[in-house]
């Protein structure tokens, strides 16, 4: 029994943090990174000089995002292995919340960045199609939520 509570409690835990995350699981097996990049760059109709600086930018914050999701993971670990004792300290399992809402804080400022700079590298008409990319893309997801909620 106590198995099962500590399952469902880290559960939601990494339920919770993969959505704060904004991991929403729909990109299918067979998602390429590199092929969204290259696609969206197609669309953006970006020059060289552009996409080169657009795929470097990309691929650092991959690495980043790699290393802040290791260290969330680090942290719910420790939640996990705490949880699991027969008596678990209340104040470590919140400093280890902590912890990850902290590295999701990073996660969120650097997304916010990345994409500050993407806008200041396109011109006007970029920004424009850009725009519309994502207004496409809400679109979509909120679509594909509400089929999900039936």
């Known amino acids: 029994m ?18 704060a995350l ?9 998602f390429d990174k590199g092929k969204m990049i290259e ?3 197609d669309k953006l109709d970006l020059t060289a ?9 990309s691929k650092k914050m991959r690495e980043e995002m790699k290393k802040h999701h290791e260290e969330v ?8 292995q705490e949880l699991e004792k027969d008596s678990p300290d209340r ?7 902590t912890k990850v809402e902290a590295v999701n804080t990073k996660i969120h ?9 993407l806008k200041k590298m396109l011109t006007p008409t970029q920004r424009e199609k850009f725009k519309r990319m ?17």
Do not use: N, P, Y
């Open 73 to 80: 993971k680090k942290h719910m670990d420790r939640v996990r």
């Open 91 to 97: 104040g470590k399992i919140h400093q280890e919340i």
């Open 49 to 57: 000089e552009q996409k080169e600086k657009f795929t470097a930018q």
């Open 39 to 41: 696609k969206m760059c």
């Open 22 to 30: 904004g991991w929403r699981g729909r990109r299918g097996e067979g």
């Open 134 to 150: 994502g207004e496409k893309r809400e679109h979509k997801m909120k679509k594909s939520e509400k089929k999900g909620r039936k």
């Open 109 to 117: 400022l650097r997304r916010i960045d990345s994409l500050l700079d």
């Open 2 to 19: 106590k198995k099962i509570i500590v399952g469902l409690l880290v559960g939601f835990l990494i339920v919770s943090q993969v959505q």
